[in-house]
Every structure is written in structure tokens, then in C-alpha cells.
């Protein structure tokens, strides 16, 4: 629980940040199942607490970063934990295919939980590879992945509430 009012606002802000990141998530690995975000909402018209990504002040939110990241033309993401286990998934809005060499870190133990190289075929979505998990515990799932001479990286934050603040 939050102490300060800052505290609010900094948690409030990676809330709402992950559950955007995770909706533009669901919508990206359905790629041609579901099509189609419209965006509103985007900036606050007045001091206050909303789920604008930016605020009155021109200040960008968390959610911000995230949805740009998210929303890049190659990403890499996990999808939620079903039958006990998690599916990376691969989607390239390229008019290409792409090679990706990718890597999945657990952020505090730094235990490296796949590694491969994939293609993920021209403007397609595709589920790369599955890793069992215990649905009770909470981690931090770093993606590390390059194609094209481009770095990116996404996080997978596999939790159920309450989420560990620390861990965080």
C-alpha cells in the first residue's frame, strides 16, 4: 500500500502501464483475430489523476513508454499463464519476414530461460515457444531480442495481486 502520495501516484502509473502494455499485447498476438486499437484519452486537459498517458503538463506517463514500445513493428511477448505454462509470441507488421534471435532472462535470479533464433513470417503473428511455470509465483520475465542490426527488449511480469512492490 502506498505511504505517500507519491507512492500513489508512481504505483498507480506502473498499474496502469502494465495493464495497457498487456491489452496492446492480447490484441498484437491475435494479429488478424482481432484488429484495430483506437486510442482517446491520450492527454489530460486539466491537472488530475486519469488514465491519460500524458499529463496536463505535457508530462509523459509511464503507460506512454510502454505502449510505444509495445507497439514497435517487431515485438516479442508472453501471453498469460494457461495450463501451466507461458507461450512467447512473435509478431512482425514488417512486409517481410524476419529472423530474430531472441533470449529470456529471469530478472532477479539473471537464469537464462530460452534461447534461439526464429523467423517470423511477413505481416504474421505466431506463437515461438512455450515454458512451463508455476502459476502461483511472481516474476519478472526479461526479453532480450535483434533482427536487422536493431536491440529491443519487453518484460513479462508474471504475477497475481498483490504484486511485491519490490519486486517490482
Known sequence: LPESLEDYSIMSQSVQAEAMKSFIEDFRRKKWQKTGLIWWNVIDCWPQFSDA??????DKKLAFHYIKNVQKPVMLMFDEPHSWNIRLHGVND?????????KV???????????DKVTIAADSAMEIEAMKVCQGEQRILCIDFSYENCQEKNH???ASAPISWELY
Not at 94 to 101: A, G, K, Q, S
Not at 105 to 115: A, K, R, S
Open 105 to 115: 532472462t529471469d530478472f532477479i535470479t539473471g537464469e537464462v530461460m530460452m534461447q
Open 53 to 58: 498517458v500524458v499529463d496536463y503538463y505535457y
Open 156 to 158: 513479462y511480469l508474471m
Open 94 to 102: 514488417f512486409d517481410r519476414p524476419v529472423e530474430v534471435t531472441y
